[in-house]
């Protein structure tokens, strides 16, 4: 493999601990985090089937977003255009989050923010085919297990240290999609997610701009766009340290990186 309370949902916990903790120990995980997790792209079947179970087993057995499947792998059909990433716990050899970036190469690979919910933006010049289908994507399936989300490794024999890094996991997922839309040139990035975490989101420098309106679909959410080229001026310097390493972590040798 080449890894502020917004809702009452289990979903929105690991988001309030993040909050709260966008401070000077920041500083620490930025540090530290690469000690204790790997980030890692999927290079063969294998490796985006480790995705899709992850995601299997928060989308559909934790949070009941999507019917259970038989074979324990959440997948649709957008898969197979995008780049996913995971991110593995270094000692333990588990994932604990993944997330992937969708490309669109011609007029008939529709994003799924323009499949399902065109009719919600407003804002039309910042619409998906507004833009060279060839630098656009968009962000979705970030998944984060409900022992990292309710943070149950908390007395498990873990030090302050990777307490710290537990809660950047789902932000370092983040910066793994920016860091993969800048390395293929997929600038014109959206994505549909709760507002509240939009706002969590531009607290670290990743400055989505709604371009539509708000509706009810596992909770409120929102379409939003961003132009990823702006987040190498607007990313917190911390958070620009950590997508540093984050890039080196998912361009190191595959050899070095996936164990299943």
Same mark, same amino acid.
């Given at each position: +493999? ?32 690469? *000690?204790?997790?790997?980030? +890692? ?124 890094? *537990? ?6 997922? *983040? ?16 994505? +549909? ?31 939003? *766009?961003?132009? +990823? ?32």
């Amino acid at each position: +493999m080449t890894s502020l309370t917004f809702s009452a949902t289990p979903e929105a916990l690991l988001w309030s601990n993040t909050a709260h903790n966008i401070d000077v120990k920041t500083a620490t995980s930025s540090l530290f985090f690469p *000690y204790y997790f790997s980030a +890692m792209l999927a290079t063969n079947a294998a490796e985006a089937a480790a995705c899709f179970r992850l995601r299997h087993q928060v989308y559909c057995e934790e949070l009941g977003f999507e019917a259970l499947k038989p074979d324990s792998l959440e997948t649709d059909a957008f898969d197979n255009r995008a780049m996913h990433a995971c991110i593995q716990h270094n000692h333990k050899q588990q994932l604990v989050g993944t997330v992937r970036v969708i490309t669109s190469c011609n007029d008939t690979e529709l994003l799924p923010l323009e499949q399902h919910f065109s009719g919600l933006i407003t804002e039309h010049s910042l619409a998906p085919q507004r833009f060279d289908r060839r630098h656009i994507c968009e962000i979705s399936r970030l998944a984060v297990p409900a022992d990292v989300r309710r943070q149950h490794h908390r007395g498990n024999g873990c030090s302050t240290t990777e307490q710290q890094c *537990y809660r950047q996991v789902a932000v370092a997922l *983040y910066l793994i999609a920016t860091q993969l839309c800048l390395q293929t040139n997929r600038y014109h990035s959206f994505v +549909m997610i709760e507002p509240a975490l939009a706002r969590i989101l531009r607290r670290i420098g990743i400055q989505f701009v709604q371009i539509g309106e708000a509706i009810n679909y596992n909770g409120l959410r929102a379409p939003y *766009y961003l132009d +990823m080229r702006t987040t190498r001026v607007t990313l917190a310097t911390e958070y620009q340290q950590l997508r540093t390493r984050l890039a080196q972590q998912l361009n190191a040798p595959p050899e070095l990186q996936f164990i299943a």
